[in-house]
């Protein structure tokens, strides 16, 4: 494993004393804003970590490699790269194979995350089940990820712009443990309540620590999702953004948008329509994860 992968600095001295690590995917920065708020944004959520008490560990293909955390010069030139590689389960390989330059999705970061012993992974929000998947079978490798990584992730909910009814059927079915922090809604990314309920719901990060612990030692595969929703004050209405969406789905489909095409597409048609506000709350939601990730991490690191 040795050969594919390279640790930061930071990381590997954090690992091998036992302290508290907080994976971050990278295609927020590649695929998820434009330059350099997507640099801006990721050194600010790294800050969080970090002024929270644990060690960030962003995580990229690059040269061949994986790397377990991005050192200055690498993130930047991550955020700054074109035609980079949306790097998920099934062209990892791949990608490092290739010597391409690749982004990880929640599924990559996860299955690094692992490879390395982090436990803990912040992120934006998941993907899943895709409007329209009853006919085009468009559903997010990140859902069984969850099932098969024993990764605890810290998002805002799914992606609003994903069918959420079928998104928790579907995590429900892998056997799953969807967590919402705090209150009994499912969160909707850039809105604190879907309209849907969560399965479980937990107070507190010790109480989720207590669960990954629980989940390992009886021996059940996976991991567990943690849906933590957008501080108040930063969130966006279901009503106003439900037309939106329906809006850009629909400019998506005429298109012939597809595959991993389509979350890129929904988020800038989004960002366009509401000048610029779901940026702004994405930002948000991304730091409010990295804060309750590390708190998660902190817990699971103690004695």
Request: glycine share 8%; aromatic share 4%.
């Amino acid at each position: 494993m040795n050969d594919f992968m390279i640790l930061a600095p930071d990381v590997k001295v954090a690992l091998g004393a036992g302290m508290p690590v907080v994976a971050l995917e990278s295609t927020i920065i590649t695929h998820g804003m434009p330059y350099p708020q997507n640099l801006e944004t990721a050194q600010a959520v790294e800050a969080e970590i970090r002024a929270a008490g644990a060690v960030p560990a962003t995580m990229a293909v690059m040269g061949g490699k994986i790397r377990i955390g991005l050192e200055a010069t690498y993130l930047e030139a991550l955020a700054q790269a074109k035609d980079v590689m949306k790097v998920s389960r099934a062209d990892l390989a791949v990608a490092l194979a290739t010597g391409a330059v690749g982004a990880t999705t929640v599924a990559a970061t996860m299955i690094c995350a692992a490879m390395v012993g982090i436990k803990v992974f912040a992120t934006g929000g998941i993907g899943g089940v895709h409007q329209g998947a009853e006919d085009s079978f468009d559903i997010s490798a990140d859902l069984r990820e969850f099932a098969e990584t024993p990764v605890t992730v810290v998002a805002a909910g799914a992606k609003a712009i994903l069918d959420l009814p079928k998104t928790l059927e579907t995590l429900e079915t892998l056997g799953v443990p969807v967590i919402a922090y705090g209150q009994d809604a499912f969160p909707a990314f850039w809105s604190r309540d879907s309209g849907l309920p969560a399965p479980l719901r937990m107070d507190h990060p010790a109480e989720i620590a207590a669960a990954h612990r629980t989940r390992q030692a009886l021996g059940l595969p996976g991991g567990q999702l943690v849906t933590n929703p957008i501080p108040e004050a930063d969130e966006l209405s279901r009503d106003m953004l439900s037309p939106l969406i329906a809006q850009a789905q629909a400019e998506a489909d005429a298109a012939g948008v597809t595959g991993k095409a389509v979350t890129p597409f929904l988020l800038q048609r989004l960002f366009e329509l509401t000048e610029g506000r779901t940026l702004a709350a994405n930002i948000a939601l991304v730091k409010n994860n990295a804060r309750l990730g590390a708190a998660i991490a902190k817990e699971l690191a103690a004695p």
